[in-house]
Structure formats: C-alpha cells, structure tokens
C-alpha cells in the first residue's frame, strides 16, 4: 500500500525493540547450565554457535510444529549443537533432549514486549508498510510469527540471510529493495544508538531511538515505548 505521506513505513530492530529475553539470561548461558546439570563437557559457548546451527536449521523451522514433527526437528538441531560444540554425550541423548533444548534455542525463550503486536496492528491499520531489519540468525521471519506479529510484516531482513549486519549499510538497502521504497520514505526504529539509530541515518533512512530505560522525558528522536510511535508519526 502507497501512501502520500513523507514516511510510508517503518522498520524494526527485532531484539529489545519487538521482543527480549523471557528468562534474565541468553540462550547461551541457558544451554551450558543445561549441559551442566546433566554432567556433560563442552566447548566453551560462542554466539556464533547460534548463527552456525540456524544456518543449518532456520528454514527448517515452522511455527506451526507440534508432536513427532517438532520431536525429529528438535533433535536434529540438538545433534548440530552437540557437534558445534563437542559435547561429550553421545549424539542418540538428541533424541530425548531435543525439545528441551529447542525450548532455549527457539522462540519460546522470547517474549514479545506486552505493546508489540497492538502497535504494529494499529501502523498496519493506518497504512504503514512494516518491516523488521536485525542483526538475527536465519529464520527470523518464523520467530516473528511464532511470537505473534510475523503477519504484520511485509519484509523480515536477517543478517545472516543476507551476510550484512548493523551497521553495514547493505542490510538497510536491502529492506529497501525489498519494500521497493527510497531510504527517506523509512522511519527505523531500534534500541541501540549505534547499530539502529546511526547506521540508519547514513544509509539514508528516518530513524527513532526507543529508550525504554530513559529517566526523562523523550527528546526528538526518541520515544519510550513502542506505544509513542502513533504521536511521533502524527507530529511528522
């Protein structure tokens, strides 16, 4: 949908502007407890563990899995684990373990912050294009829809997808292309003032700082919730 308006849409960082960690810690530290508690050696942790194993694995995954579907999923991607990062287990415990482990690799160990969903409905509503740019591993558009807003987004650009992360400019000129749209028609919206806000602005785009953790009031550029975004645009 086209609209007259100087920004046609908006794009999102994906991790603490959409959704953040359920728990208070990663899905690495996560992982080597669960290895700890079951008495097993391993490597130490890398995050890009994370990025090798859905590399592997992240077009594999459906929302939608449930039953021996998702059983055989998620031992596939406990034995790639278990190789990454050289468990001294024998790879058969993949078969009992898997979902367990999927359960702190996969979306269930996020959640979506409580005004995700009901701000991207109401943008969506309104006539903005919608789009998620992240520094994420394959699959991001899964995780989105298994969160519960991936059907608001037209376009889900991960780095991993296209070998270009914040703050390479190359990822936001692909979430251009893809929304077929000029930089400055785009507001980006993240968290970190380096990777989203300045990195947007030389690649061209509008861009807005979320500072849930701000002590004063928001200044221009800034917003301290998601739910702000309708006042920001409006004032546009």
């Known amino acids: 949908m086209t609209t007259s308006r100087e920004i046609a849409a908006v794009s999102f960082d994906f991790f603490n502007t959409l959704a953040t960690h359920r728990h ?3 899905r690495g530290a996560l992982v080597m407890e669960y290895f700890r508690t079951h008495g ?3 490597s130490p942790w890398e995050h890009a563990a994370l990025y090798d194993i859905f590399a592997v694995h992240g077009h594999e995954f459906v929302p939608t899995m449930c039953g021996v579907e998702l059983k055989e999923f998620s031992a596939r991607v406990a034995r790639t684990l278990f190789h990454r990062l050289q468990v001294a287990v024998d790879h058969s415990a993949a078969d009992t373990h898997g ?11 996020l959640a979506p912050f409580p005004e995700s969903a009901t701000v991207l409905g109401e943008l969506r509503a309104a006539g903005y294009r919608l789009a998620v740019v992240s ?4 699959g991001l558009s899964a995780f989105c829809h298994a969160l519960g807003f991936g059907s608001q987004l037209e376009v889900v650009v991960a780095s991993a997808e296209i070998g270009a992360a914040k703050p390479d ?3 936001f000129a692909e979430a251009c292309r893809q929304l077929g749209l000029p930089p400055d028609r785009i507001l980006h919206v993240g968290d970190s003032e380096a990777d989203d806000i300045a990195s947007a602005h030389a690649a061209g785009l509008k861009a807005l700082w979320l500072r849930r953790d701000l002590k004063r009031a928001a200044s221009s ?12 645009l409006a004032a546009r």
């Open 169 to 171: 400019g190359r990822i």
């Open 135 to 138: 520094n994420w591993q394959h």
């Open 40 to 42: 097993w050696e391993s």
């Open 99 to 109: 979902v367990e482990l999927w359960r702190i690799l996969g979306p269930e160990h």
């Open 221 to 232: 550029g800034e917003v301290r919730s998601l739910s702000d975004l309708h006042t920001h």
């Open 24 to 26: 208070d810690r990663g």
